[in-house]
T-cell receptor, first 114, second 115 residues
Framework: GQQLNQSPQSMFIQEGEDVSMNCTSS?????WLWYKQEPGEGPVLLIA?????ELTSNGRLTAQFGITRKDSFLNISASIPSDVGIYFC??????????????FGQGTILTVHP | EPEVTQTPSHQVTQMGQEVILRCVPI?????FYWYRQILGQKVEFLVS????????KSEIFDDQFSVERPDGSNFTLKIRSTKLEDSAMYFC?????????????FGEGSRLTVL
């Protein structure tokens, strides 16, 4: 099946630093989604990307849909302690029906030191 | 803000017992899903449900699993005879449009512990 590989697996940064994480796939995705999960909660959608090459921002977050449709990155600028959590990339399986079968990456664990 | 609600938040059960996890999706949503997350691992798709029937299911969703929308508001996941490896966080989600075309809203999850 389709797989998404995220890197890095974890990051330990100081408050105020910028963060960059990415997601790659061996197959094409037509949509890229970035979710954040905080402890004890469900994933929350941060940014959705629907077109190759698209660059979208949501406050301090910026994400891009790679031209090849096989990768995406998420940047967080000027990190703050509440950015702590696990960041997942996800995408609907291509080819078949997309009734909700999202494939998730393994996640990037972000720790922000004040 | 409307949200997906799940009950119970945590259930502990003995191996072999039946478990029902309940979800109330957002009221105007049409697509409903169950995902699970084993501790420390990624979120995995179980099943999607639309128009009162299963649209798609993963290989994890075997004969021990079933879903039901018994009334206009609830969406349930039943595990007939739980196994140790069913221990996980189970997330319900719903959306107005199919995933990939729109946003999936996730509930806070139900933690299942099988002893």
């Amino acid at each position: 099946g389709q797989q998404l590989n995220q890197s890095p697996q974890s990051m330990f940064i100081q408050e105020g630093e910028d963060v960059s994480m990415n997601c790659t796939s061996s197959s094409i995705f037509n949509t890229w989604l970035w979710y954040k999960q905080e402890p004890g909660e469900g994933p929350v959608l941060l940014i959705a990307l629907y077109k190759a090459g698209e660059l979208t921002s949501n406050g301090r977050l910026t994400a891009q849909f790679g031209i090849t449709r096989k990768d995406s990155f998420l940047n967080i600028s000027a990190s703050i302690p509440s950015d702590v959590g696990i960041y997942f990339c996800a995408g609907p399986n291509a080819g078949g029906t997309s009734y909700g079968k999202l494939t998730f990456g393994q996640g990037t664990i972000l720790t922000v030191h004040p | 803000e409307p949200e997906v609600t799940q009950t119970p938040s945590h259930q502990v059960t003995q191996m072999g017992q039946e478990v029902i996890l309940r979800c109330v999706p957002i009221s105007n949503h049409l697509y409903f899903y169950w995902y699970r997350q084993i501790l420390g691992q990624k979120v995995e798709f179980l099943v999607s449900f639309y128009n009162n029937e299963i649209s798609e299911k993963s290989e994890i969703f075997d004969d021990q699993f079933s879903v039901e929308r018994p009334d206009g508001s609830n969406f349930t996941l039943k595990i007939r005879s739980t196994k140790l490896e069913d221990s996980a966080m189970y997330f319900c989600a719903s959306s107005v449009e199919p995933a990939g075309a729109g946003e999936l809203f996730f509930g806070e999850g139900s933690r299942l512990t099988v002893l």
